[in-house]
């Protein structure tokens, strides 16, 4: 929501929809994003409502569907106000936001769906947290938007809506129209919002809650590579490119990456040539290099130290390969040359 819109009368009022399956850490970062703006501000400067489906506050197939309240991934239940009981035509939201999870993508509410079609109708900002953005874009409100979602959704969102401008940014904001990752994004996400309202000393104050020291932009990509980009295409080059993050001070053998992802040897060079234009290999070693790249830049940890959390042989390793990709040393690298 643009600063001018978020500023317009207090308190902005946001409700979040409650997909059942939700994720319970992507709604807390964002509530208590708002919660902590508050006391910052010394105001109520933000309401918030959690909202559902009255017909189905469980979801299809949920344990105990008969219980009460919303049943987030890990089946801690919320209570919501249902949206059906709400008169009509009811108190507009300033913001409105489906918060989604592991069900999202087959979730259906066609209360939900008037429901934003009336949102959009009256000026809100509209939009998902994590793997809400299904139930938007079945909805029609990211036609000739932006949008992101989960790197693991991203196949099927691709799939399912081949039309959208989708991102693998960590968040999105649009015009009217917002998205984010999930997980702490949603933090990420609230904050910006903030700070385009109150400025950055505000969102500053409320990050440092969260021992949150910086807040990352929505350009920033979900993954430490652009390459996560192209490999949100393919699951089993996503998966092999995430084992090979979690096994930057210990490299894996390829076969044994590939026995992993359940293809062989051969399949797995074949993928990375074709999406990557790389062999397995190189790649690896070349997120292994931006990696200590990254770490001789933003730490004060020896060359050694870095070599060997990067999984080289000795300094020298490192050094020999660094100035192969970057064209300099460790030290001229760190000096920022």
Known sequence: MRKAEMQKAEPVRIEFFLVPGFSLVALSCAVDALRAANLVLGRRAYDWLLCCDA????????PEAGAAGVPSSSNIRLPAAPLADRPAPGPAPDLFAVVGGERSHSYRSPVLVRTLARAAGRGAQIGSISDGAFPVAAAGLFDGYRSTIHWKCLDAYRERFPDLDIRTSIFEIDRNRFSCAGGTTSLDLMLTFVMEAHGAETAALVAENYVHDRIREAAQEQHVTAAIRMAGRNRHLAEAILLMERHLEDPLPVDRIAEAVALSARQLTRLFRAHLHRPPGQFYLELRIDRAASLLRQTGLS??????????????HLGRHLKRRHGATPGQWRRGG
Do not use: K, T
């Not at 060359?303 to 020298?316: H, M, N, P, R």
């Open 55 to 62: 017909a189905d506050p469980g979801g299809p197939g949920a």
């Open 303 to 316: 060359v050694s130290e870095i070599a060997v959390a990067c999984g080289f042989q000795s300094a020298s």
